[in-house]
């Protein structure tokens, strides 16, 4: 019976030892590019096209993009001829009343960024696309609007560019 015991206690020590030596790596940043085909990426900057503008909007959005696919993928950023292309315009900057107060007045703000984005794959044009991509922020109408904005824009900014970056490399 002694025997038995050692056996278990040394079959169990075995396989212990064996799952803590194989270990699984798996890195998950959401793009599925195959490198072989695709090298390069062509971010053309952003320009403002909404009625409603605050100025450091599009300098913001513009570097958080393009830093989201230097960060995200292997891809080469170029000027010009890139296997990738991404270019478009921020559309829509605009704020409206989200709900009421008991009194009557807005108690809270939404503030919404739409920004147009045309994608195009040169190495495959059924992938291209072109699409409005939308986020939201509210704040309570008790803060100007100066006070949280470039918060709300900083939030806003990374929400579409992560919703841009798995439309176009994440194929979600």
Request: aromatic content about 10%; some cysteine.
């Amino acid at each position: 019976m002694d025997w038995i015991n050692k056996t278990c206690y040394a079959l169990c020590a075995a396989a212990l030892l064996l799952l803590c030596a194989c270990s699984v790596s798996y890195k998950f940043n959401g793009a599925s590019i195959d490198y072989t085909k695709t090298k390069t990426i062509q971010i053309a900057d952003f320009p403002i096209r909404s009625s409603y503008v605050w100025g450091p909007m599009a300098p913001l959005f513009n570097n958080q993009l393009k830093d989201q696919f230097a960060n995200h993928t292997r891809l080469i950023q170029v000027k010009r001829n890139g296997d990738l292309k991404i270019e478009g315009e921020i559309t829509q900057y605009q704020q409206r009343n989200k709900s009421v107060s008991a009194e009557g007045y807005s108690a809270q703000t939404e503030l919404s960024m739409t920004v147009n984005v045309r994608f195009t794959n040169n190495s495959n044009h059924n992938e291209d696309f072109e699409r409005q991509f939308t986020a939201t922020s509210s704040y309570e109408t008790t803060q100007s609007l100066n006070a949280v904005q470039e918060e709300l824009v900083t939030q806003m900014t990374k929400d579409i560019c992560d919703q841009i970056f798995n439309a176009t490399v994440a194929n979600w």
